[in-house]
């Protein structure tokens, strides 16, 4: 009996107001300018400094409608005193398409939503570098892109402002 399956019980997926049409490289740099030297045993660790920007931009395209480039940008550098163990650096990007979705939620989605859905990849190749530089990976804690959009577009949402994404981009 409970195999069976009621019509009420079936629930229909609805297509998700986001299309991701690819994830890619966009840009990758580690720079690991004093190893050996930071590679001995007994050295203590470094203090990091990590960065996370985001940018969209629209993609012109007889074909596709509402069509975006997303890039997350994420840095790192590693240093004790004055000296760097590593530098790191990554552009990952997206290509997605916001299907059906009204115009002014279309700048929350390039921000929040997107880069959420890709921080999990980006983290892994960061983690993955770091590794194959000779350290122990760095993993990144889950960002919260809402928090960051809020904050960066506090103004223009207090003023009610109409947000949009431009042809050339927008950061945050």
């Known amino acids: 009996m409970a195999d069976q399956v009621k019509?009420?019980?079936?629930?229909?997926?609805?297509?998700?107001?986001?299309?991701?049409?690819?994830?890619?490289?966009?840009?990758?740099?580690?720079?690991?300018?004093?190893?050996?030297?930071?590679?001995?045993?007994?050295?203590?660790?470094?203090?990091?400094?990590?960065?996370?920007?985001l940018g969209a931009k629209e993609i012109e395209d007889d074909n596709a409608k509402d069509?975006?480039?997303?890039?997350?940008?994420?840095?790192?550098t590693a240093k004790k005193d004055d000296t760097t163990y590593f530098l790191v650096e990554i552009q990952y990007g997206a290509l997605v398409s916001l299907a059906g979705l009204p115009e002014k939620q279309?700048?929350?989605?390039?921000?929040?939503?997107?880069p959420r859905m890709m921080f999990p990849f980006a983290r892994q190749i960061l983690a993955d570098m770091t590794a194959?530089?000779?350290?122990?990976?760095?993993?990144?804690?889950?960002?919260?892109?809402?928090?960051?959009?809020?904050?960066?577009?506090?103004?223009?949402?207090?003023?009610?402002e109409e947000i949009t994404p431009k042809k050339n981009g927008a950061a945050v």
């Open 7 to 53: 019509d009420k019980d079936i629930i229909e997926a609805k297509a998700a107001p986001v299309v991701i049409h690819a994830q890619y490289l966009k840009d990758i740099s580690f720079e690991n300018p004093n190893a050996p030297h930071t590679l001995r045993a007994g050295k203590a660790g470094p203090e990091m400094d990590v960065n996370i920007n």
């Open 132 to 160: 194959q530089g000779g350290y122990p990976p760095l993993l990144l804690n889950p960002v919260d892109f809402q928090a960051m959009y809020l904050d960066r577009f506090a103004d223009e949402l207090k003023s009610n």
């Open 67 to 76: 069509l975006y480039e997303v890039t997350l940008i994420m840095s790192a």
């Open 106 to 114: 279309h700048h929350p989605m390039l921000f929040i939503e997107v």
